[in-house]
């Protein structure tokens, strides 16, 4: 599958948003290392906390389904001329399986931006560091 058609499926999914309060709706594609494609949208609630970017429910719909093992993830919202970036939860949830897989950003004028997780988010939290402060 191409980058392009990556990104579409994204789009697709961005048609799924629940997002009445932001009006910003964004959708995600991610593709696991067998070439299956779990697609998600970001989805609001009126308690605003509670709300869930897109990026995340791709993960964990994947996760949940056992997969482990990830290629590239696709993003997009509206071609706002401004290069889209994933929040730092997100980073951190997808750091967490792929620190090294591939993110395809919407980028200005319809281009796709090609950064790595770790690109984005060199050092996130491992459970690691806790050691033995941990009581
Ligand atoms: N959002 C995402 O789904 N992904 C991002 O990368 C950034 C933000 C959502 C969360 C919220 O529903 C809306 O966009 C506005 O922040």
Known sequence: ???EELMQMAMEARESAHAP??????????ETLEGEIFRAANVENASYGLSCCAERNAMFAAVSAGKRG???MAVVSSDSGISLRPCGACLQVLWEFA?????LLQ???GRIERRKVRDLLPE???FDYAGENTT
């Open 107 to 109: 980028g200005p004028g």
């Open 124 to 126: 996130g939290f491992t």
């Open 21 to 30: 309060y932001s009006s910003f709706k964004v959708g995600a594609a991610l």
């Open 1 to 3: 599958m191409t980058d």
């Open 99 to 103: 620190p090294d897989m591939d993110l």
């Open 70 to 72: 990830f290629r590239r």
